[in-house]
């Protein structure tokens, strides 16, 4: 009897065991998913403050870990995100002007060569902003030198939407084309982007702490 009732046993309580592993922790995954509930509803409360809101929400919600419902890091990842596409619409608007054909349209192609410079100018703006942002309260913890420092991301941000917006302008002279359309579209995505940037960097200055 006992021979035969062993293995019953040990197969028992290999799958009592095994039953144990699988069970899910209820507990950590509730927290888990709380805490990413509050920050991505802090994320679309902040986004609210802007001129395209779900644009917002839906460009920085997928950095919900590293907000962490913080104001501050919340509106330095904005302006990274806008840095990012910045570049990358720089770098687009470079190869359009060396494929552009100046004997077929001067007009648009003196437009992408303008665009060019002032989306490079955009580019550098943006990324003083991300290092003032980055650097914030290193030179000092002081409320006038918080000010200082913020009022340095709110000029050069600004500085970049009006570059961008200049980039767009100067099409308006030019014919409609295929290449009008693709440049202006594209890059009005990046100037939402930049605006939504400077609304949340405005919100920070205004509410933030030194």
């Given at each position: 009897?006992?021979t035969?009732?062993r293995?019953f046993?040990l197969?028992?309580l290999?799958?009592a065991?095994?039953?144990?592993h699988?069970q899910?922790?209820?507990?950590?995954?509730?927290?888990?998913?709380?805490?990413?509930?509050?920050v991505?509803?802090?994320?679309?409360?902040?986004?609210g403050?802007?001129?395209?809101?779900?644009?917002?929400?839906n460009s920085?919600?997928?950095?919900?870990?590293?907000?962490?419902?913080?104001p501050?890091?919340?509106?330095r990842?904005?302006?990274?995100?806008?840095l990012?596409?910045?570049?990358h619409?720089?770098?687009?608007?470079?190869?359009?002007?060396?494929q552009?054909?100046?004997?077929?349209n001067?007009?648009a192609?003196?437009?992408?060569?303008?665009?060019?410079?002032?989306?490079g100018?955009a580019?550098?703006?943006?990324?003083?902003s991300l290092?003032?942002?980055?650097?914030?309260?290193a030179?000092g913890?002081?409320?006038?030198?918080?000010r200082?420092?913020?009022?340095?991301?709110?000029t050069?941000m600004?500085?970049a939407l009006?570059d961008?917006?200049t980039?767009?302008?100067?099409?308006?002279?030019?014919?409609?084309?295929?290449?009008?359309v693709?440049?202006?579209?594209?890059?009005t995505?990046?100037?939402?982007?930049?605006?939504n940037a400077?609304?949340?960097?405005?919100?920070?200055?205004a509410?933030?702490?030194?």
């Amino acid at each position: 009897m006992k021979t035969t009732q062993r293995p019953f046993f040990l197969l028992t309580l290999f799958s009592a065991t095994l039953l144990c592993h699988l069970q899910p922790i209820p507990a950590v995954r509730t927290y888990s998913d709380h805490t990413e509930t509050n920050v991505n509803d802090f994320i679309r409360t902040s986004c609210g403050t802007t001129l395209y809101p779900d644009l917002c929400y839906n460009s920085l919600s997928r950095y919900s870990n590293a907000v962490q419902q913080n104001p501050a890091q919340l509106a330095r990842i904005a302006i990274a995100v806008s840095l990012s596409k910045a570049r990358h619409m720089t770098s687009y608007v470079s190869n359009l002007t060396r494929q552009a054909d100046y004997r077929a349209n001067s007009r648009a192609t003196s437009a992408l060569h303008d665009c060019f410079s002032n989306l490079g100018d955009a580019v550098d703006e943006i990324r003083g902003s991300l290092k003032q942002m980055r650097q914030l309260g290193a030179a000092g913890a002081g409320a006038e030198s918080f000010r200082f420092q913020m009022s340095n991301v709110q000029t050069w941000m600004s500085a970049a939407l009006t570059d961008e917006e200049t980039c767009t302008d100067g099409f308006e002279d030019v014919p409609e084309g295929t290449v009008k359309v693709d440049v202006c579209d594209r890059v009005t995505k990046v100037k939402k982007l930049t605006s939504n940037a400077l609304a949340l960097v405005n919100s920070f200055a205004a509410n933030g702490t030194p």
